[in-house]
């Protein structure tokens, strides 16, 4: 064994193991920088509001400012009744999301690969796109009642079109050669449907999947309008009532913050199952 390779070896023992992480790469994590990055916006906001409001620049009767805002959210916080809001709204988004996102992609797959069911209800289902949400809130409530029924039932009717659309319009699109490709290999019906057409409209699937999310956050507040007696819509009417502006905007403030947080993990999922596309981080 030569010196140079007995040298070598000494200093790569003498060296200590690197250990993943931060220490190891000398960089912060992408996530992080994008937090940081993204709250500069919102932040600088706050601080020249306050600091608007603290000169007496900025009249805050109506419009409340971040100290307050944040001490109506530490009261909620004392007093337990966020946690309360806040798991009310996001399980009846989530119940709205599961029923709407199955529905539409049964249906967006049947309609996407049979042409006589397209031509049956595609021009249905884009009539009753086109109807405002609230629209529906009346006669949910003459069906279903003011429970949870029908909250959840116009969540999962936010959630259903964008997610059907994604299915509806991309199957037909599919590459023909890749089709051919699968028959020429004896795949056909079902079997080509899962090995072929379902992969090819993945992202386009899961794209649906965002955009529906996104609708069953503002659906949610048309939602909570009906009548309930816990969630952040409920906030919104009892902010409105009671003259607390404070309240009312930290209820929208919680709903983006939960809207994002959403989106937040639906997006992490696309990038871990879309992960052989060439697309930037």
Not at 78 to 90: C, F, K, N, P, R
Not at 99 to 124: H, Q, W
Not at 200 to 205: C, I, T
């Amino acid at each position: 064994m030569s010196e140079a390779t007995l040298a070598a070896g000494g200093l790569s023992a003498a060296r200590p193991a690197s250990r993943p992480g931060i220490a190891a790469t000398g960089r912060v994590p992408p996530w992080v920088i994008t937090l940081a990055v993204g709250l500069v916006v919102p932040a600088l906001l706050a601080c020249g509001i306050e600091a608007l409001a603290r000169t007496g620049v900025w009249q805050h009767r109506l419009l409340p400012i971040p100290s307050q805002i944040g001490a109506e959210l530490h009261l909620l916080w004392q007093s337990g009744e966020l946690v309360t809001h806040l798991i009310a709204t996001t399980a009846r988004v989530a119940a709205g999301f599961l029923i709407g996102a199955v529905a539409a992609t049964l249906l967006g797959i049947l309609t996407g690969t049979v042409p006589v069911a397209f031509r049956l209800l595609d021009p249905t289902l884009q009539a009753l796109r086109a109807i405002p949400s609230i629209a529906w809130v009346p006669l949910f409530i003459l069906w279903l009642g003011i429970f949870e029924a029908s909250k959840v039932a116009l969540i999962a009717l936010g959630c259903f079109f964008p997610i059907y659309l994604a299915l509806a319009a991309g199957l037909p699109r599919v590459d023909r050669g890749l089709i051919e490709l699968g028959q020429a290999f004896g795949v056909r019906g079902w079997r080509l449907t899962v090995g072929i057409l379902l992969p090819s409209v993945l992202p386009a699937w899961l794209t649906g999947l965002r955009g529906g999310l996104g609708l069953g956050w503002m659906f949610v507040v048309a939602a909570e309008l009906m009548g309930a007696s816990e969630g952040l819509g409920y906030l919104l009417t009892d902010g409105q009532q009671a003259g607390r502006p404070q309240l009312i905007v930290a209820a929208i403030l919680l709903f983006a913050v939960l809207g994002k947080l959403s989106d937040a993990v639906v997006a992490w999922v696309t990038r871990r199952a879309l992960v052989w596309q060439d697309c930037r981080p």
